[in-house]
């Protein structure tokens, strides 16, 4: 089988949204051409027609949107129809940063806005229990480096899901029970040479200066095992049959160790 993948871009600037794409097809183990993209910028109106031929779905980050400004963005609302979509047809979905957030307030959670301490470069991501059973996590370390960086956060687990991976101050990653749909606050497309250069671009948004930026990106490290967590999921979850190693999640919350 060779898989086809919609992204769900939320990108103005080409040059982030041709990074972003290409990022994905690498971490993912696939070629550009497996990956379609709809860009909610361009396209704000839609409906499920447009997974058709698709194997999973994509979501990515944004600094240019807010999920709690859906009165600015009216995409927000059909993008979170489609995620309700997708677990009922239990469609693959992976949601990243902005992704997690669309997700978690598409499932009735809560997203809030840091205004100031908000995390911001490559933290150590903690495990839950229920990690040692979930097909994308029962064999990663607690405490990998992920990218993260990111104004706004969910302040809890949405009903019906299984609490994966947290840092002290976030929710980093869950599961949907019984469908084949996780999130990350995390990027695992971003590498530490892509922080860089997003950060190094979206500065005025995250930093507070020169000095600023330059401390974060001198902490940043590598993040090959984040980064991993897409290939696993093309090979453990859209390439697994029917019925396979997604479904042998328990369905109860996991208490954080």
Request: charged share 20%.
């Amino acid at each position: 089988m060779r898989p086809r993948l919609l992204l769900m871009q939320i990108r103005q600037t080409q040059q982030t949204r041709d990074e972003e794409w290409r990022s994905f097809a690498r971490f993912c183990g696939l070629a550009v051409s497996q990956i379609g993209i709809l860009n909610l910028f361009d396209t704000p109106e839609f409906g499920p027609d447009v997974l058709a031929g698709y194997d999973g779905l994509l979501v990515g980050g944004s600094s240019e949107a807010s999920v709690l400004e859906p009165e600015n963005y009216p995409f927000i609302e059909p993008a979170m129809v489609l995620l309700r979509h997708c677990i009922e047809v239990r469609l693959p979905v992976f949601c990243s940063c902005f992704g997690h957030q669309l997700a978690v307030r598409a499932l009735g959670g809560r997203v809030i806005r840091d205004q100031v301490d908000f995390e911001m470069g490559t933290p150590a991501i903690r495990l839950t229990e229920a990690a040692a059973q979930d097909p994308l996590y029962h064999d990663m370390p607690d405490g990998f480096a992920a990218v993260s960086v990111h104004r706004e956060r969910a302040t809890e687990v949405p009903d019906g899901c299984t609490l994966l991976a947290y840092t002290q101050p976030c929710i980093h990653a869950f599961k949907v029970d019984g469908a084949p749909f996780w999130t990350t606050q995390f990027h695992p497309e971003v590498d530490k040479p892509v922080l860089v250069e997003r950060l190094t671009q979206f500065a005025h948004h995250y930093t507070d200066g020169d000095e600023h930026l330059q401390q974060v990106l001198c902490a940043a490290q590598e993040t090959p095992l984040s980064n991993d967590l897409l290939r696993r999921f093309v090979e453990r979850v859209v390439l697994a049959p029917a019925n396979g190693p997604e479904d042998t999640i328990q369905g109860t919350a996991g208490a954080m160790r």
